[in-house]
């Protein structure tokens, strides 16, 4: 039997099984997926899995099928790549115009982290405050080289239509900075009569504080949501250089006629 992950904390799984319309506890059957050299997590949220159930509501892991897509980063206390969220067609990096101020170099590692095949839409939280002209340059660049992006406000409700529309019928993951207003989104989009709790900003560091632990799978009115935990800082997971190649086109015609090919 298959089922998609939906829950992922340390060594227990909660996946949906299409085939049974049901939730099932997952655990892994001894050492059956073999972890890469540079792999931390063995799955994630979104993956999809082969399993034996032992009980109506339980059953153990077997195998997990290739991804399609994932969020990797860089773990630097266990020091491995890990997964935060798979087999996604599209992700949604959601920086911010105000506290926290927009990072473009946060921006840039996020875009290093998205592997596979996923569509890239860059969403910018909190419109509502302006950005410096030169912050508006930087952010508009990424326009000029291709990627998809959205001003949204989930203070005045600003875009957030817009963001619906763009997210009905896909499976996206939605990452960003601690403190950039991802939950207030998830509130507005998926659970608008629960709203998720929502932390203030570090006042010394303008960085915000976690609300979300763990990658989490919300569904509602055709819009399914990965939602990540958000992150202080971003580390580019260890792989091969061409894939950090493919993060930014903006090189890509000065590939031939540079000096230090390879």
């Known amino acids: 039997m298959k089922a998609v992950v939906r829950s992922a904390i340390s060594s227990l799984y909660e996946g949906w099984c299409e085939e049974e319309g049901r939730l099932y506890r997952l655990r892994i059957k001894g050492r059956v997926l073999r972890l890469g050299e540079w792999e931390y997590n063995p799955l994630a949220v979104g993956d999809e899995v082969e399993f034996t159930p032992y009980s109506p509501t339980e059953g153990l892991i077997t195998a997990r099928l290739d991804r399609r897509s994932a969020f990797c980063r860089w773990n630097i206390k266990l020091e491995k790549n890990q997964t935060i969220a798979a087999n996604m067609d599209q992700v949604a990096i959601v920086t911010s115009a105000y506290e926290p101020p927009f990072r473009p170099r946060f921006l840039d590692r996020a875009l290093s982290c998205v592997q596979g095949d996923a569509h890239v839409m860059i969403v910018m939280n909190k419109c509502d405050f302006d950005l410096s002209e030169d912050e508006f340059d930087r952010w508009a660049l990424y326009h000029r080289l291709g990627y998809d992006i959205l001003a949204v406000s989930a203070a005045t409700g600003e875009g957030i239509d817009e963001l619906k529309r763009r997210l009905r019928g ?30 203030a900003i570090s006042d010394k560091y303008q960085r915000g504080r976690h609300t979300t632990n763990h990658s989490l799978w919300l569904e509602r009115d055709d ?16 792989e091969d250089k061409s894939v950090l190649e493919a993060s930014f086109p903006e090189f890509a015609a000065f590939h031939d006629s540079c000096e230090y090919g390879g």
Request: aromatic content about 2%.
């Open 170 to 199: 896909h499976v996206t993951a939605l990452v960003g900075q601690s403190g950039v207003g991802k939950s207030s989104l998830v509130n507005l989009i998926i659970q608008p009569e629960k709203k998720q709790a929502t932390n």
């Open 223 to 238: 819009i399914v949501l990965i939602d990540t935990p958000g992150v202080r800082e971003l580390l580019v997971p260890y």
